[in-house]
Nanobody
Framework: QVQLVESGGGLVQAGGSSRLSCAAS????????MGWFRQVPGKEREFVAG????????YYADSVKGRFTISRDNAKNMVYLQMNSLSPEDTAVYYC???????????????WGRGTQVTVSS
């Protein structure tokens, strides 16, 4: 079992920045690929960013490429999502997830956090 807890969400002005954190615990959590997803009411959960177990490979949704950066610190069992140049369209609940494989599809992720709300005001 892997437990994930997100933090860092809140209210941000358009054009601003925010950093989300995901604390992982449980068995061999550092061996998992990690991803960030987001969801707004009435829409499907959307892939945002992913990172392999070592941190050597990252991948992003086109909508956030160049603005968001995913990283991890395996010594601390932490995953981060640095979000810059935020716009109201980035408003969503953001979820951290763990997978045994590099993936953008949500069904390939085995463990999920409860999410943290990010609201970007115009």
């Amino acid at each position: 079992q892997v437990q994930l807890v997100e933090s860092g969400g809140g209210l941000v002005q358009a054009g601003g920045s925010s950093r989300l954190s995901c604390a992982a615990s449980g068995r061999t959590s550092s061996g998992y690929c990690m991803g960030w997803f987001r969801q707004v009411p009435g829409k499907e959960r959307e892939f945002v960013a992913g990172i392999n177990w070592s941190g050597s490979h990252t991948y992003y949704a086109d909508s956030v490429k160049g603005r968001f950066t995913i990283s991890r610190d395996n010594a601390k069992n932490m995953v981060y999502l640095q979000m810059n140049s935020l716009s109201p369209e980035d408003t969503a609940v953001y979820y951290c997830a763990a997978s045994t494989t590099i993936a953008t599809a949500s069904y390939k992720y085995d463990y999920w956090g409860r999410g943290t709300q990010v609201t970007v005001s115009s």
